[in-house]
């Protein structure tokens, strides 16, 4: 089986990009292992503190986020870095290639139920503006994007920009193998994901569309839909680019100041790019994820996901609406 580092050789990935590559993976490779030990290693429940967007630290948030933070320090093409657990960008090396936006415990409300939970990555190239303006470029731009699923076995989705790719950890070696190349998202689905708890905040064109998925065979879509929610991010679209599905973190109204939950920076964006390389389709409901152009690091935006139809049938009620 392809190593991930014979991968990236063999791919042909430009050779700057490759120690970064391998030194995310190596985050994943650690935090997998105290994710493992869980209670055993001191690493469940919550701390004190509250991150910049006013949502309590787990324990394991943090010690991810240190982790992730300690590693990149290190690696000399890493110019600057944004976390969803520090309230400002963290510069690296002044000449530093790229950028790297991340979500250190992606699911975090998972931990303490032994469920699943990631890490997500995105990596954008470097360029002449400092701190935060330096992030503020679409997800087009970005060079990489990858995540980390600590499930029953230990998961890396990775697109460089040509197809996305699937290595399993064996934990025997610490080392990432190719599983599934070029993966392939199925263009259409029966299967959608959604927090159906948030029903009445949504908008009228999203009420419409859940309301004829869940009417199956006796309503306008003519056949059944199956629901599922792993109620983490990561969990739910590695289901999307294993077997197919629509994934939608919608607008909703049920705290007005916050109208959007998932974050585009280290979330929308790199799995929008994992998700399209894999011939899905990610969009706001009104406009492609990865065109927007970001204001702000901790910036919300409203997420659907996936199979291509399914997702465009989606799209077709908000531009009925
Ligand atoms: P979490 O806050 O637990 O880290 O990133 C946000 C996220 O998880 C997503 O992974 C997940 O899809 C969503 O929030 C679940 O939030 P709700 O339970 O509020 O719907």
């Known amino acids: 089986m392809q190593s991930l580092s014979q991968f990236l050789t063999e791919r042909g990935v430009d050779p700057q990009l490759q120690p970064l590559l391998q030194a995310l993976a190596q985050c994943g490779v650690e935090i997998s292992q105290l994710v493992r030990r869980g209670a055993l290693a001191g690493v469940l429940g919550a701390t004190e503190t509250e991150n910049v967007q006013g949502e309590t630290q787990k324990k394991l948030d943090v010690i991810a986020n240190d982790l992730i933070k300690q590693r990149l320090a290190a690696e000399p093409s890493v110019k600057a870095m944004a976390s969803e657990e520090e309230d400002h960008t963290v510069d690296a090396h002044a000449d530093g290639h790229y950028l790297v936006s991340f979500d250190p415990l ?78 392939t998202i199925p263009a259409e689905t029966n299967e959608f994901a959604i927090n159906a708890s948030n029903q009445r905040f949504w908008q009228p064109a999203m009420q419409s569309y859940i309301a004829d998925l869940l009417a199956g065979d006796t309503g306008p879509r003519g056949k059944n839909f199956n629901m599922r929610w792993i109620a983490a991010m990561v969990g739910d679209v590695h289901r999307v680019l294993c077997r197919g599905g ?53 910036q919300r935006v409203a997420v659907i996901l996936g199979s291509r139809d399914e997702v465009a049938a989606c799209l077709g009620y908000h531009s009925q609406a």
Do not use: W
Not at 162 to 167: N, V, W, Y
Not at 283 to 298: C, D, K, M, N, V
């Open 246 to 298: 629509i994934f939608t973190y919608p607008t909703d109204t049920k705290n007005p100041a916050k109208p959007y939950k998932l974050r585009l920076m280290y979330e929308a964006n790199p799995m929008a790019m994992l998700v399209e390389q894999a011939g899905g389709s990610a969009s706001t409901g009104y406009e492609r994820i990865l065109t927007l152009q970001p204001e702000a690091i901790h």
């Open 106 to 183: 992606d699911g975090s409300s998972n931990i303490d139920i032994n469920s699943l939970v990631g890490t997500i990555f995105s990596v954008l190239p470097a360029s002449d503006r400092k701190g935060e303006a330096a992030f503020m470029q679409p997800g087009i731009n970005q060079v990489a994007a990858c995540y980390v699923l600590y499930g029953p076995a230990t998961v890396l989705a990775l697109t460089t920009g040509e197809g996305t790719s699937l290595f399993s950890l064996d934990p025997d070696t610490g080392e990432f193998l190719l599983v599934e190349d070029a993966m």
